[in-house]
């Protein structure tokens, strides 16, 4: 039935009675569905789509009352007005126990049941778009998100999803670009915490006392500026997941107050004298190596054995080259349909150079690539003209010959000089050049830089 103002589904073995109200109902407006029995209804509810059932409490098969249970069980978005007969609170009450929107008596004042089928209709039809907004955010947040076949990137998967379901601290570890971000948000998706906030930020991003009040907040005037009082991120989070990303980068002071929020769920914002309390899961990322910050005495021993409960390594791309083709379809495809283009295909050229590439900016740098390309394209294929020089020049990978035209020379030249710059502070080092603390190891031993 077109414009239909939504589907309903009488059952009820008065066959007289049954066919008298779909016939009133379906004046009103509505696509009726009837069944005689409990089994009869069952199936249409597995047949279609119903969104409000008006069930006899007395049925030859089934007593109405359990009927409710199973349908709210097996179909929670489904609302139902139950029947009774003779004016039996008792059994209406029951009814709305076991998860009925409401109940109403046969013949008592027939006026009432279009005004509560509205009503009941209208929340199920609100009910079943929660559900799919629900379904759609965690296809895009979820694991779904996460694109690749290799054993790298699917052992990760597995691990994620099973950490995912308990309320255990994970720490995710990798170069920038690996996709850490994401896991987390597929991990909280999955979690009995997805209907609660995810709240992420960067510790890398913030001084020390800002990032004090950025996690825990502050009281009015706590410090020059504080005019009111606010709510740290922990806070915000409350029930739900707390993300920090480049955790590496703490302060000493706030390593011991994570801590004790691990510990403890509670925490004195700054200017308080009152503990807080929060009931928050945590996840947190860093591309640092934290056992050797550990040995350095930059980073709390004690805090890194709590946060290292579970860890979860996260492969560089060029560990898992199988997926690059996968990763630049699905990349081209987000982008070709945020800037409204149309790519029919990606020439050999093109897919080649990607997979041949070294990525030290992993999946981050693979996904700007692909937006510059399309941005870039005039036609509605993308091929190797499109990509960055780097791409057809590449740096050699043993080179220790010093060439003004050869890029490995370049830039082992240049991490040198960065090195230098900051009097071997290699953190500091890596932040200038814009790559994480991984791949500076990692190309301080590939050039033989020795700082």
Aim: a neutral charge; hydrophobic letters at 40%; aromatic letters at 6%.
């Amino acid at each position: 039935m077109e414009n239909s103002k939504g589907k309903l589904l009488i059952i009820d073995d008065e066959e007289r009675l049954r066919k008298l109200l779909a016939r009133i109902l379906q004046l009103e407006g509505y696509e009726v569905l009837e069944g005689a029995t409990a089994k009869e209804g069952l199936n249409k509810l597995r047949n279609d789509t119903i969104d409000v059932v008006i069930s006899d409490v007395k049925l030859p098969d089934m007593n109405g009352i359990d009927l409710t249970k199973k349908i709210k069980t097996d179909y929670p978005a489904t609302e139902i007005i139950v029947l009774t007969a003779y004016g039996t609170i008792n059994d209406g009450v029951t009814a709305i126990k076991n998860g009925a929107f409401d109940y109403i008596t046969k013949g008592d004042d027939n006026e009432k049941i279009i005004p509560l089928i509205s009503k009941a209709m209208d929340k199920a039809i609100l009910q079943r778009r929660v559900l799919e907004l629900e379904s759609k955010l965690k296809v895009k947040f979820g694991f779904d998100r996460i694109v690749g076949t290799s054993a790298a990137i699917t052992d990760a998967i597995k691990l994620a999803q099973r950490v995912a379901v308990t309320d255990t601290t994970v720490l995710l570890l990798g170069e920038t670009g690996t996709g850490k971000e994401v896991f987390a948000e597929a991990i909280h998706q999955a979690s009995p915490r997805s209907a609660k906030p995810f709240v992420a930020i960067n510790c890398s991003a913030f001084s020390k006392d800002l990032l004090e009040s950025e996690l825990f907040g502050h009281k009015a005037g706590a410090f020059t500026g504080a005019i009111k009082d606010k709510k740290g991120l922990f806070e915000e989070a409350t029930g739900g997941t707390i993300f920090l990303d480049e955790l590496g980068e703490l302060d000493h002071d706030l390593q011991a107050k994570l801590l004790r929020v691990l510990e403890s769920q509670q925490f004195i914002k700054l200017g308080d004298t009152k503990t807080t309390k929060v009931n928050v899961r945590l996840l947190a990322a860093t591309n640092r190596n934290l056992q050797e910050d550990v040995a350095k005495g930059t980073f709390r021993s004690d805090l890194f054995y709590r946060l290292s409960v579970f860890q979860i390594t996260l492969p560089a791309l060029r560990e898992r080259r199988k997926d690059i083709g996968l990763l630049a379809k699905y990349f081209v495809a987000y982008f070709a349909a945020k800037v409204n283009k149309q790519v029919a295909s990606l020439k050999s050229d093109f897919v080649e150079k990607l997979e041949t590439y070294n990525w030290p900016g992993n999946v981050r740098e693979l996904k700007n690539i692909i937006e510059r390309a399309i941005i870039l394209s005039d036609n509605n294929e993308l091929d190797a003209s499109l990509l960055p020089y780097e791409f057809e020049h590449p740096a050699a990978k043993n080179s220790n010959s010093i060439s003004a035209f050869d890029l490995a020379s370049v830039e082992k030249l240049h991490i040198q000089r960065v090195i230098n710059h900051t009097h071997g502070n290699r953190a500091e080092a890596a932040r200038l050049l814009n790559i994480g603390i991984a791949t500076l190891y990692r190309k301080l031993k590939e050039y033989d830089i020795d700082h």
